[in-house]
């Protein structure tokens, strides 16, 4: 199971990202997909997630500005994400699990910087 996110970049503060995860190896659906981001010298943090059944999560950090998307029967997630503050800078991973990555598997993130 591979993941590749995408989309990320440089923003002022205010502005709008929309992120995207492509999956690849597997046919299986997956049970759910979620987006992390880690911060410099920071643990990876949950930033929101999309169940099969269509449940969303979002850490209380981004409610209200990001919107996750996608379908996990198709294989597909997004991120978007409105007015971003200088603490939304990480690095975005997307993360994902089926019956193929029953722990979860990863994407090598991408990186997100938003200026003051």
């Known amino acids: 199971v591979r993941l590749v996110e995408s989309g990320g970049g440089l923003v002022q503060s205010g502005g709008s990202l929309r992120l995207s995860c492509v999956t690849s190896g597997t046919s299986n659906k997956f049970i759910y997909m979620a987006w992390y981001r880690q911060a410099p010298g920071e643990q990876r943090q949950f930033v929101a997630r999309?169940?099969?059944?269509?449940?969303?999560t979002y850490a209380n950090s981004v409610k209200g500005r990001f919107i996750i998307s996608g379908d996990p029967a198709k294989n597909t997630v997004a991120l978007q994400m409105n007015s971003l503050k200088p603490e939304d800078t990480a690095v975005y991973y997307c993360?994902?699990?089926?019956?193929?990555?029953?722990?979860?598997?990863w994407g090598r993130g991408t990186q997100v910087t938003v200026s003051g």
């Open positions: 993360n994902a699990q089926n019956i193929e990555a029953p722990n979860g598997a």
């Open positions: 999309l169940t099969l059944d269509g449940l969303i």
